[in-house]
């Protein structure tokens, strides 16, 4: 299997501008995106802008356009619905902007007696989440992003070089950016498993990027001569199998995850099944290009104060 793609040869290296400019565009989404949460804006779920939500189970299995259907003709809020694995438990969620009418819960329940007959439902749950603890929830989600990818710096920066963990947490942030940019721009629902997902992107995108630096690291002891640029296209190539290989093993059971997962897991396997692949990509094109950038840096820094 590690000789799925062969020995390559390709220049990666050479290809650093265009992926430079690609990643610009993902990170200015991905900061647009970032701003839109800060300003609660966007679509995000009942735990960072507060709301209600209600877990019903009925004596039999139920549509979920049916149920939908009811609720619009009882002129209920516009509510978001999930059906679990189980066909008879349905999952509603109304939204705070939705909830300054009173009784709320209680027209549901009215709404659902009333136009689906011949099914009765018992409330297994409810929640209700007011906005300063739904604000509460959106800091405490954006500090648990930035603590970890302070962690990775730190990390990388202890176990190989400075350089190497500025380059990793930059290519980290790039991905959680990039993927969290995509998601508000297609409307997805920013919800507690979402924050979840960019978390364990953060932690794949480390795994993958250690991978890559450990062996150039290892071909810095041996070929300090050659220049950086190509030592680290080889160091890539070497190890390209092993990436693809893993990042393809672990995209079919996020994919697996996102067609079988059903409706309540499907944000979180979405938005993991995107960061795999945008970790992969900045393990390569990212991550390894700032390094070769870094030393360009700091070689023409000396000689233009020599002139």
């Not at 549509?63 to 059906?83: C, F, I, M, Y």
């Not at 920066?157 to 190497?164: I, L, V």
């Not at 950016?177 to 629902?189: S, T």
């Amino acid at each position: 299997m590690i000789e799925l793609l062969g020995k390559t040869k390709i220049d990666f290296m050479g290809k650093r501008r265009y992926a430079f400019a690609l990643s610009g565009l993902l990170v200015l989404l991905g900061l647009w995106a970032f701003l839109q949460i800060l300003r609660g804006q966007g679509n995000l779920g009942i735990e960072f802008s507060g709301g209600i939500s209600m877990q019903l189970k009925f004596d039999g299995p139920v549509e979920v356009g049916k149920v939908r259907e009811a609720l619009r003709r009882a002129d209920v809020p516009e509510s978001n619905l999930q059906q679990f694995s189980d066909p008879s438990r349905i999952l509603i969620r109304v939204k705070r902007e939705y909830t300054q009418q009173e009784r709320v819960m209680e027209r549901i329940q009215a709404a659902l007696r009333d136009h689906i007959p011949g099914r009765s439902f018992v409330v297994e749950g409810s929640d209700e989440i007011g906005p300063a603890i739904g604000k509460g929830l959106r800091k405490a989600a954006i500090w648990a992003i930035v603590i970890s990818i302070i962690g990775i710096l730190a990390y990388i920066a202890w176990r190989f070089e400075f350089r190497f963990g500025v380059a990793a947490t930059i290519a980290t942030f790039h991905d959680v950016l990039a993927v969290l940019g995509v998601l508000v721009l297609m409307g997805r629902e920013i919800t507690l498993l979402v924050v979840t997902a960019l978390l364990t992107l953060a932690g794949y995108s480390l795994t993958d990027t250690v991978v890559v630096f450990d062996r150039i690291r290892e071909n810095l002891r041996g070929r300090r001569k050659d220049p950086l640029h190509v030592l680290v296209n080889g160091s890539i190539n070497e190890v390209l199998s092993r990436t693809v290989i893993t990042s393809l093993t672990t995209l079919l059971a996020s994919l697996a995850l996102l067609i079988l997962g059903g409706e309540v897991l499907r944000d979180f396997s979405f938005a993991l099944s995107l960061g795999i692949v945008v970790g992969t990509y900045s393990s390569i094109f990212v991550a390894s290009s700032l390094l070769v950038e870094w030393q360009a840096r700091v070689r023409t820094k000396p000689a233009s104060r020599r002139r």
